[in-house]
């Protein structure tokens, strides 16, 4: 690759400040521990650069990747051994000079009340129970069409529709000669009950008994509450028995379905409370609650859709609309989310809002409603405090997490711990943590890199650091003579740049 004169002379200063910073800080590292040159077991001395510390040579020098001077290392003959042995056994002092080069402060590690929030996004829809159809039950011809465009709230008895209707009128004729001939109960009993299953009102059968005067249109009424969201009554049109008149939704409630991803699923539960915001109503929050976990998982995108009720008697949240949700879930002293407080309540298997304390039927279907699962006892205020460490303490690989303790002063020691779902600013204990112990929240990456120079056991190299030497990272090999590197080997200077006239190849 080819560098421009002034972008060389930019790398070659940043690479030699950071190495002499590093430099540095590595040399006063290792004088906190003493003035003598630390030496190994069998008398020899291994040195290494700050930059790398995989590099452990027998004598100084500099080093192969970077021509950085090294520096000398300690030994790690003491970091042999299992992971928590050799992590217990090494211990690095730091004098207070050299703490103060490095910005090392620690945090005390103690039981506080924990939130683990679920941030997710899901798209409002109408409450599925709320939804009505009207149908025209009878063929005949609309002369009349009170509702004629859709968004239009309609109340249970609003007209909707004047309807022309042969077969209708046929029924009330009927009605009217079983009634002159003064027919069997049955009969007249029968012909009414016809009129009613045809869409006619009560109102309106009782008014044809009493007037004994046929109408040849028919007023068609709503029989529920909601907001026409579709329209298919015509003007003048014809309706056959059957055909859809319009279609209603109460948006007095509505649902937002979340995508919650797989490895969230496990705090979610049932009757936990959601926070939600909307572009439409900033600086609004919207309250609602968990009624259902979709039991199946949607492949493509590993979320499963968690449906929220929320009340809606003002219109607010139209459905379509976009919202962000927060599901926030106070934590008990071992990481598991606390119990939501509906567990040993009643509710129905076919509709989820229906919640009550005593056992019974639905008010809706009539089916006979099932316990809650879980825990029934609210959890004490003790049990809702965690032990809790800053994540700005926690050192993470991917394979293992530390912490640095500060055991006594100036001398840490890495321990590794275990952790559950982060929550803030905080991760919740599950072990290798005590109440009171001081951890690094600030420059334990350099505590991490001067362990690794000294060859002790550290984040990456559970066991310290055999004698390796170029880009052999981690198992022991005999050091090899290594030419300084170009190109891209290693973190090389970049050559000079080319001077006129000359091509670079």
């Known amino acids: 690759m080819n560098f421009t004169p002034l972008r060389t002379s930019v ?68 970091s042999t051994g299992t992971n928590a042995a050799a992590a217990s056994e090494s211990m690095l002092e730091l004098s207070d000079h050299a703490r103060a080069m490095a910005s090392v402060a620690t945090a005390v590690v103690e039981r506080r009340a924990l939130m683990h929030e679920i941030r997710a996004v899901g798209k409002v829809q109408y409450n599925e129970t ?7 039950r009878v063929d005949g011809y609309i002369e009349r069409l009170y509702v004629d465009f859709t968004g239009v709230d309609v109340q249970p008895g609003d007209h909707l529709v004047d309807l022309y209707s042969p077969d209708l009128i046929v029924a009330q004729q009927e009605l009217l000669i079983a009634l002159e001939n003064r027919a069997s109960t049955n009969l007249v009993a029968s012909a009414r009950l016809k009129l009613l299953r045809w869409g006619l009102t009560q ?8 007037h004994r005067k046929i109408s040849e249109r028919v007023t ?13 009554a015509v003007q003048k049109g014809m309706v056959k028995a059957g055909e859809m008149l319009f279609r209603l939704a109460n948006l007095d409630s509505v649902w937002l379905y979340l995508d919650v991803y797989e490895s969230e699923l496990g705090r979610v539960q049932y009757g936990q409370l959601v926070d939600l915001t909307t572009e439409a109503h900033p600086g609004r929050t919207f309250s609602g609650r968990i009624w259902f976990i979709n039991p199946v998982l949607t492949e493509e995108s590993r979320t499963v859709k968690v449906l929220v009720n929320i009340a ?40 989820p809002l229906v919640l009550q304390p005593q056992p019974g039927n639905c008010k809706l279907c009539g089916m006979a409603l099932t316990q809650i699962p879980g825990p029934t006892a609210q959890p004490k205020p003790d049990e ?49 943590l005590n109440g009171g112990e001081q951890v690094a929240v600030r420059g334990n990456f350099l505590l991490d890199s001067q362990f690794q120079v000294q060859g002790m056991p550290s984040l990456f190299y559970p066991q310290g650091q055999a004698a390796v030497s170029g880009h052999q990272h981690g198992g022991a090999a005999t050091p090899a003579p290594v030419a300084k590197p170009t190109g891209h080997e290693g973190h090389a200077m970049p050559k000079a740049a080319p001077k006129p006239g000359e091509h670079k190849h």
Not at 130 to 136: E, G, P, Y
């Open 11 to 78: 790398l070659v200063v940043i690479a030699l400040v950071v190495g002499l910073l590093g430099g540095a800080l590595g040399v006063s590292f290792l004088r906190s521990g003493g003035a003598d040159a630390p030496a190994l077991a069998d008398g020899a001395q291994v040195w290494t650069c700050s930059m790398h510390p995989q590099v452990r040579l027998p004598k100084p020098g500099k080093c192969p990747i970077c021509s950085m001077p090294l520096i000398l290392a300690k030994s790690g003959a003491k």
């Open 130 to 136: 709320t939804l009505a159809v009207i149908n025209s």
């Open 203 to 210: 109102a309106q059968v009782d008014d044809l008994t009493q």
């Open 220 to 232: 068609l009424f709503s029989p529920s509450r909601g907001t026409v969201t579709e329209k298919m």
């Open 312 to 351: 809606n008697t003002d219109h607010a949240l139209k459905p379509g609309m976009f919202a962000s949700a927060a599901i926030r879930i106070p934590l008990l002293s071992d990481g598991r989310a606390a119990p939501t407080g509906v567990a040993g309540q009643f509710t129905c298997p076919m509709h």
């Open 384 to 432: 809702l405090k965690v032990l809790a460490v800053p994540v700005a303490a926690v050192l993470d690989s991917g394979v293992r997490t530390l912490v640095y303790v500060e055991r006594a002063k100036g001398q840490f020691a890495p321990v590794e711990v275990k952790l559950g779902a982060r929550a803030g600013d905080f991760y919740p204990v599950l072990s290798g």
